[in-house]
């Protein structure tokens, strides 16, 4: 099935120690975005990509980094995670159509210890 | 700054009674909106979206611009609906960069 796939699942990492969460899809759509899902909170856009061009949320620290190599792959690199950074993350792909539905993927537990 | 309220962060029925779940925002456009729902141990999904008019498994959403919101509806709640709603707002007709509500967690008993 053509889908969104977030490796791994769950990620645990040290105080400060980078780490890297990874997204792909099959679904050949155009736009792809991280979000940040703390414990009983709205998720809230970190930023995405259009094709290549990058578009990053105004509040997002710059702790956060995102790459996408091509179509299919994204990642999303926390150069020093604090552990106000653990949270669920998600990632999300959606065409260019009007009024477009957002795919979301499973997300990636991180913790930091 | 756009902002979606979900004032309820658990609604509990039974099942056959109506349901309501409220989502109000605010922003200075013209917003598009939508619900998403996540299933117990799925994914979070699209439910509906307002342009689309539409009716999905029974619910149904209007937007009031005049009060601002955009509450989710069904007249008879079935236990499969027992779920987590997200009311969310786009900034563009394309329905991206969205901004999620807290979320209402519904739960129907038997």
């Known amino acids: 099935d053509a889908m969104v796939i977030q490796n791994p699942r769950y990620q645990v990492t040290q105080f400060g120690k980078p780490v890297t969460l990874s997204c792909s899809q099959t679904l050949n759509h155009n736009v792809m975005y991280w979000y940040q899902q703390k414990s009983s909170q709205a998720p809230k856009l970190l930023f995405h990509?259009?094709?290549?061009?990058?578009?990053n949320e105004a509040d997002t620290p710059d702790n956060f980094q995102s790459r996408r190599p091509n179509t299919s792959f994204c990642f999303l690199d926390i150069r020093s995670p604090g552990l106000g950074d653990a949270a669920m993350y998600l990632c999300a792909t959606s065409g260019l159509a009007a009024y477009n539905e957002q795919f979301f993927g499973p997300g990636t537990r991180l913790t930091v210890l | 700054a756009q902002r979606v309220t979900q004032p309820e962060k658990l609604l509990s029925v039974f099942k056959g009674a109506p349901v309501e779940l409220k989502c109000n925002y605010s922003y200075s456009g013209s917003p598009e909106l939508f619900w998403y729902v996540q299933y117990s141990r799925q994914r979070l999904q699209l439910l509906l979206r307002h342009i689309s008019r539409e009716s999905i498994k029974g619910f149904t959403a209007d937007l009031n611009k005049g009060e601002t919101s955009f509450h989710l509806k069904k007249p008879f709640a079935q236990e499969e609906d027992s779920a987590m709603y997200y009311c969310a707002l786009s900034k563009d007709n394309a329905g991206n960069m969205l901004t999620f509500g807290g979320g209402t967690r519904l739960m129907v008993k038997p």
């Open positions: 990509y259009y094709d290549k061009d990058f578009n």
